[in-house]
């Protein structure tokens, strides 16, 4: 007698929690609550009769039992989704779906649009901002743009921009301050920061000053929020020039000019092996982000 097949959305939840290790990030991924989530999990539990993942704390890790049974469905959901996509032919369209942080998309590509429609007006573009990883074997993605050093496997990339990153400030606090005549004389304004608090520590040594103390003043892990700190006169910030250029042409921000350090990650064009004439390998890789997404 053929054994009873597990729900499939309790094979969902599991897959989705096994691979975040996060009840939460799951939910997200699959617009349920947490609490769905974990009722899902333990559903499955029962049918198998084995405990899928240990609870530590708040966190939670995969058992043995759990290891050993998330490569199959991981396969089985990849499987079923190669065949999916071979049976169904989609419609030529012209409809190109392109995946960009939230910041990126807003100071850079939406301004863009307008020359890029004019010059293939046959092309649709469907753009989805979002922060998190883009995985073109499940989210119905054609190409991704973030920042890295585009070496992504399975997956070619093409550089759009270099990272020039230059220190800009509200009018307001270059009116409190005096417009600075050398970099050094930024070490006396408050700055923000990245999240990992590099960045200006990068930029004075390219400016040959190497002692610069501590990194203080707030950081935040979104540079729309950088900029959004720095509009509000909290402090002088370090950001990708080509994505503020707007804001300092028209006055909203104040740029130092000449004062610039190229990062070592670069803007890059993420896509799958077989699209845009890359050759070879699989679709199945994650495009990575990198600082100032």
Known sequence: MEHQLPPLNALRAFEAAARHLSVK????ELCVTPGAVSQLVKTLELHLGVQ???????GIFLSDAGQAYL???RNAFRQISDATQKLAVPADTGLLTVSATPFFAAAWLVPHLKSFQKA??????????SNTLADFSRDGVDVAIRHGMGQYPGLASQRVLTVEMVPVAAPALVAEHGKPKKPADLLQWPRVNDAERKGWRLWFEAQGIADTGPARGPSFDDAGLLVGAVQAGQGVGLLPAALVANEVAEGRLVGGVG??????F?????????????????GGGRAARGPGG
């Open 25 to 28: 990030n799951a939910a997200d």
């Open 52 to 58: 899928l993942f240990r609870r530590v704390n708040r």
């Open 71 to 73: 490569p199959p469905v």
């Open 120 to 129: 293939h007006p046959g092309i649709d573009l469907q753009v989805r901002a």
């Open 259 to 264: 004062w610039v350090f190229f990062f070592f």
């Open 266 to 282: 670069c803007v890059v064009l993420v896509f799958s092996c077989g699209v845009g004439g890359g050759g070879g390998g699989g």
